[in-house]
């Protein structure tokens, strides 16, 4: 059974860093692509950054430039590294998995990230 655990989460001020993990278990993440995605209060589930088992990285518009997605097959680990957050950033952040980084059938519970003004 696919189970995925994001960790990481937490408060910080506007222009601080965050690095989320999300641990991989029942797969071989080698083999899958891997996503974020956040769901601010009142709005959708959002794409974040997707990592293909081939190393093909997307992000969204919003955080080009500033979120990193990696991937550590070895440890079976996806992460993403948050630098100069800004209050809109503020959301849960989800891990998944599936037959894309835009197609995913499987989640993680979640961590929350809050950014202070």
């Known amino acids: 059974q696919v189970q995925l655990a994001e960790s990481g989460g937490g408060l910080v001020q506007a222009g601080g860093s965050l690095r989320l993990s999300c641990a991989a278990s029942g797969m071989r993440l080698s083999s899958s692509p891997m996503a974020w995605y956040r769901q601010a209060p009142g709005k959708q589930r959002e794409f974040v950054a997707g990592i293909t088992s081939q190393f093909t990285i997307s992000y969204t518009d919003s955080v080009k430039g500033r979120f990193t997605i990696s991937r550590d097959n070895a440890k079976n680990t996806a992460d993403l590294q948050m630098n100069s957050l800004k209050p809109e950033d503020t959301a849960v952040y989800y891990c998944?998995?599936?037959?894309?980084?835009?197609?995913?059938?499987?989640w993680g519970k979640g961590t929350l990230v809050t950014v202070s003004a």
């Open positions: 998944g998995t599936g037959a894309g980084t835009r197609s995913i059938n499987y």
